[in-house]
């Protein structure tokens, strides 16, 4: 495709957009004729033109399924018009046939994104422009109940009827509408839908898998917030009650979400059960209303994907770019963030989730990293590396967050670690500290941005005297010391200078006999060559020099694949000789990727 084709696309997508929008204000008025349904003709070619246009392109997409789905209601528009099924008709044109084409627009809008000016397009890219708060809350005040509650389906019927039964036995506190969104199942679960009193039924011909087929169920949505789930989870007593709490507490909340019995982020809640009933009462009992469980997120996975329904409008939905839905998590959560919203996990809250049924099939392919890659060309960064939290934070003792109230984290990525310290002071201290950020790495600027109140950028940490004072209760830096060009005369020289009194420091260093390091000088890396080798003795030396003490040290070890572990074996029985304590001392020893220091600021009579 060219510039030329893919803009003669967009603009042909944009007038079938105004006639789809006549038809819409004929139906308003009530003056709908017969004749008026020659644009579904036009729409019918405009189609065929589309198909053809994208056919060879390599960027993947299901055009050519959702074109199937939107002729198949085009000729139920036409029938349904000819014998007169005027509710029939109504329901179609809005919630099957419109929503399809809108989908169709994001599609194509997507190949097409490199070779347009996406701001003479502002419909098909919704990343165009500020989000505006004031008209998301105005047009969630005249919504036609409190949440929509969409659950997408693909065969598996049996889960699906669990998960169904278990919305409608444990939702009765909340004015919602179920909508159910069948992605063209062949295992019965349009006639279940159907069966099932008041909810709003989407049946799609042929599936146009999990990213379109939820959009498919939001675009449908009339609450004020939506709340998307997948049919692979059991909702329990208060679950939707919960979530709502948290999101109306603070009108910057943008997206909460509960935690599982089975599920990745720290969103993990281990509730023992012997049957469904026995996990019910169970969580009956836990699901109970607690500000001190909720933590604030740079990425959160949707166990429900609770969010302001124009919010999700605004932003465009999930977005169809993620061809099977992997790291569509990590997307609507930067795209939320970045909108100026925060992200809520609500840990006190427990759902039960089987287990990924919805995306089993896509899983068998290399989906993973095929959806990693796209969100790097999408960002710039690695959601598993950059938005991650590091495990190393549970290790920092709770004595010593107390007292905390303000946080300065220093290269701290996307500040997920950060955001979680502060989630821990929060739980185990009751307070939310102020946090500040200081980087090096400018790829990171608008995500700290988004959950910091001051970022200072830095060349080097000989800066930081030039803009923190003294004020700082607790530092975290989260990139290891060694990788820095900074000597540690000057990092900490310069720590003292923004730390209170009785403040604490909390940063790393490489073990430089680890697994990795091995693998990495074995490899001649240039991360090697270019790393300082500090031991624990010089550390602790330089920092006492400058005012710190000593509160401990921990070596983290991170969870490795079997050949690394065997590798650990090998090394420690050559190099300990058989004897068993100094075996497990240099087992203890490769297994370290990382020395997490924490100390006290005392001062320093001299600075």
């Known amino acids: 495709m060219d510039n030329y084709t893919a803009t003669q696309l967009l603009q042909s997508l944009q007038a079938g957009h105004e006639g789809i929008r006549h038809l819409d204000n004929c139906i308003q008025n009530g003056e709908l004729n017969i ?21 060879t392109v390599s960027t993947p997409n299901r055009v050519k399924e959702i074109n199937a789905n939107i002729m198949f209601y085009i000729n139920e528009l036409k029938e349904n018009a000819t014998h007169d099924n005027v509710e029939l008709f109504l329901y179609d044109f809005r919630f099957h046939f419109s929503s399809l084409y809108r989908i169709l627009e994001f599609e194509v809008a ?6 347009v000016s996406k701001r003479d397009y502002p419909r ?53 509408e179920l909508i159910l969104v069948d992605n063209g199942s062949t295992d019965g679960t349009k006639e279940y839908f159907d069966s099932i009193p008041g909810a709003k039924v989407i049946h799609l011909k042929y599936n146009i898998h999990l990213v379109k087929g939820f959009n498919m169920g939001l675009m449908a949505a009339e609450g004020k917030y939506s709340a998307a789930v997948c049919n692979d989870f059991i909702f329990t007593p208060n679950w939707l009650e919960n979530l709502i709490i948290c999101i109306e507490s603070d009108d910057q909340i943008g997206f909460a979400s509960p935690g599982a019995t089975s599920i990745s982020n720290l969103q993990q809640i281990s509730i023992p059960f012997i049957s469904k009933e026995d996990f019910q009462e169970k969580a009956k009992e836990y699901n109970v209303s607690d500000p001190s469980k909720w933590e604030e997120r740079v990425v959160l996975l949707p166990n429900v994907l609770c969010c302001p329904t124009a919010l999700l409008n605004r932003i465009g939905y999930y977005d169809t770019r993620f061809f099977r839905g992997e790291f569509l998590d990590d997307d609507i959560s930067f795209r939320i963030r970045r909108a100026g919203y925060k992200l809520i996990y609500c840990g006190d809250t427990v759902t039960h989730h089987y287990g990924s049924l919805t995306t089993v099939t896509d899983h068998q392919t290399n989906s993973l990293e095929e959806g990693r890659e796209t969100f790097k060309e999408r960002y710039g960064l690695d959601a598993w590396m950059d938005a991650r939290m590091s495990s190393t934070y549970l290790d ?22 950060l955001l979680q310290i502060k989630n821990r002071i929060w739980s185990i201290h009751g307070n939310k500290p102020k946090l500040s950020v200081c980087t090096t790495e400018r790829k990171y600027d608008v995500d700290v ?12 940490l000989s800066q930081l005297p030039e803009v923190m004072k ?53 490899n001649s890396s240039n991360s090697v060559h270019n790393r300082k080798i500090y031991i624990r003795d010089m550390v602790c030396a330089q920092a006492r020099i400058n005012g710190f003490e000593l509160y401990s040290i921990v070596n983290y070890a991170p969870q490795r694949n079997p050949e690394s572990d065997q590798m650990v074996e090998n090394i420690a029985q050559f190099l300990g ?21 924490q100390m006290s600021y005392i001062g320093n009579e001299s600075i």
């Open 35 to 55: 004749s008026d349904l020659a644009i579904l003709d036009d729409l019918s070619d405009l189609l065929s033109v589309v198909e053809n246009s994208t056919a």
């Open 110 to 115: 997507y190949i097409a994104e490199d070779l």
């Open 124 to 176: 098909f890219y919704p990343e165009i422009g500020v989000v505006d708060h004031d008209d998301i809350s105005a047009r969630g005040a005249n919504s036609l109940c409190k949440v929509s509650i969409v659950l997408l389906a693909y065969n598996n019927l049996d889960y699906t009827r669990d998960c169904v039964e278990s919305i409608l036995m444990n939702t009765n506190n909340v004015d919602y």
């Open 396 to 417: 920092i003792e709770a004595n010593l967050l107390s007292g905390v109230n303000s946080i300065l984290g220093i290269d701290v990525k996307c500040g997920a670690t």
């Open 449 to 460: 941005s988004s959950i910091a109140e001051q970022v200072f950028p830095l060349d080097s």
């Open 470 to 522: 003294k004020s700082i209760d607790l530092v975290y830096i989260e990139k290891p010391l060694d990788c820095y060009s900074d000597n540690l005369e000057t990092i900490f020289n310069s720590l003292s200078h923004t730390m209170n009194a009785n403040g604490k420091l909390v940063f790393t260093v490489n073990n430089i006999i680890s697994i990795e390091s091995l693998y990495e000088m074995l």
């Open 577 to 597: 000789n058989g004897r068993e304590n100094e075996v497990n001392y240099l087992k203890s020893l490769l297994n370290s990727t990382y020395e997490i220091y």
